[in-house]
């Protein structure tokens, strides 16, 4: 009974942690000449750190993790890892200590890897070779700890798919599209699942941001087996995982300087590419109102500035 009103408490410690996330409509003139209204789901908001999707992934993950009373969270991550930074921050906050496997050799460092110590986590480095059995590498550490939880690489698993459904609770109209971009496609699924169980028109669309990106359906039908496809975009990896070229860069920077809104290469700036790109190719019919995710992961530009070869916009 002492433990029932201990996870209790535990719980009311998760409540504090509100979402705010506004829905702002974008103003840009190639998109308004062709009358298709964007509006922007503000999950950069939520948290520095624990940011966007990130914070809707670990939510149920942590509550689990209560529940069982783990102390200790567990994932994996690459060096400049969304994930394992929210985690870091996450886990702390929430009381938790915090581990990651990170894929590198031993001793690399950066900005975000920096900030994941500076918020107390333990990084463990592991080659590419060993990174890839997630399951032996914690049960080699961790398989005989039982105060230690599991958390799959980029939060993936139902547990996130559900806190990612929440979205669709909190939108104030109803979209004909709703577009985000895809790692794992936990994200994705989450939001088909929810348009889906609360029988909206609306049609889901996922950015992969990484090449062939067609897995990413295999990942939702594994989460929710049942559910319409989402629309998968094949075509805007710009050749992989965190690889971009002087056209993304190019627009990522005229829609910081149009906008006002920060985003970055590897998530949101191929997702606001394509939409930018579908709608020049007239893949909407005008007057549709188009919701586009805005994931967060901002870090992420520490690793990339110096990619972008600045185009004067005063000219
Ligand atoms: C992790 C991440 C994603 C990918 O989300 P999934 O649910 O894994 O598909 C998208 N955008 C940003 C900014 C991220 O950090």
Request: charged residues 20%.
């Amino acid at each position: 009974m002492k433990q029932f009103s201990l996870n209790l408490f535990s719980f009311n410690v998760m409540l504090p942690f509100k979402i705010h996330s506004p829905e702002t409509e974008l103003c840009l003139p190639a998109w308004e000449k062709k009358h298709i209204k964007v509006t922007l789901k503000r999950d950069d908001l939520i948290h520095p750190f624990i940011s966007g999707n990130k914070w809707r992934k670990l939510k149920y993950n942590l509550e689990e993790a209560l529940q069982l009373q783990k102390n200790h969270l567990v994932t994996f991550g690459g060096a400049w890892s969304n994930h394992l930074l929210a985690t870091a921050c996450a886990g702390t906050t929430f009381k938790f200590k915090t581990t990651a496997f990170v894929r590198g050799e031993e001793g690399v460092n950066n900005p975000v890897l920096a900030m994941c110590r500076l918020f107390g986590m333990q990084l463990i480095y592991v080659d590419r070779e060993s990174y890839r059995d997630k399951e032996n590498l914690y049960n080699s550490y961790f398989g005989q700890d039982p105060t230690t939880f599991y958390i799959h690489e980029g939060g993936y698993g139902m547990l996130g798919a559900k806190g990612c459904s929440e979205l669709v609770d909190e939108l104030q109209h109803e979209y004909q599209h709703i577009f985000t971009a895809c790692g794992t496609g936990t994200t994705l699924a989450g939001i088909a699942n929810a348009i889906e169980k609360r029988d909206l028109f609306t049609r889901v669309h996922g950015i992969p941001v990484l090449k062939n990106g067609g897995f990413i359906q295999e990942e939702v039908d594994q989460l929710y087996p049942d559910i319409t496809p989402p629309i998968l975009h094949l075509d805007y990896h710009f050749g992989g995982y965190a690889k971009s070229n002087t056209d993304l860069l190019a627009f990522v920077q005229h829609f910081i300087a149009a906008t006002g809104i920060m985003i970055e290469p590897t998530y949101t700036g191929k997702l606001l590419y394509a939409v930018d790109d579908l709608i020049k190719r007239d893949y909407f019919t005008p007057a549709d109102q188009v919701l586009v995710i805005h994931t967060g992961g901002l870090t992420g530009l520490l690793g990339m500035y110096e990619r972008f070869n600045f185009i004067d916009l005063h000219q």
